[in-house]
């Protein structure tokens, strides 16, 4: 069990450190989710808020549904140049989560 939550909390860190420094958006979740991202949110990151929360566990498992096309061959004869595929699939991943990355060129201050 401890092994294979490595991933999950290690992502967990990552938007609790950015939301922590103000580096994630929060998107709306519809009334009918609320309840449930509360409780994802209580059980999984209790100091982040239930929209982040429930955005990052869909993105977790979008995530592993990458991974798992790679490794059983699901991508074969589909896309050919993965790295380039999988690194722009993991930025919308991270977008779709929130996580707000500074512009090239853009002020730090």
Not at 10 to 35: F, H, M, N, S, T
Not at 59 to 88: C, I, K, P, S, Y
């Amino acid at each position: 069990m401890q092994a294979a939550s490595r991933v999950g909390l290690l992502l967990i860190r990552i938007v609790r450190d950015a939301y922590q420094a103000k580096g994630v958006a929060q998107w709306k979740v519809p009334a009918e989710l609320r309840p449930e991202a509360r409780r994802i949110a209580e059980d999984l990151a209790p100091d982040l808020p239930p929209e982040v929360a429930v955005v990052l566990v869909a993105a977790w498992a979008q995530l592993f549904g990458l991974v798992n096309f790679e490794v059983f061959g699901q991508f074969n004869r589909v896309v050919e140049d993965r790295e380039t595929f999988f690194r722009h699939a993991a930025a919308q991943l991270a977008h779709h989560v929130g996580l707000v990355f500074p512009q090239p060129g853009a002020s730090s201050s």
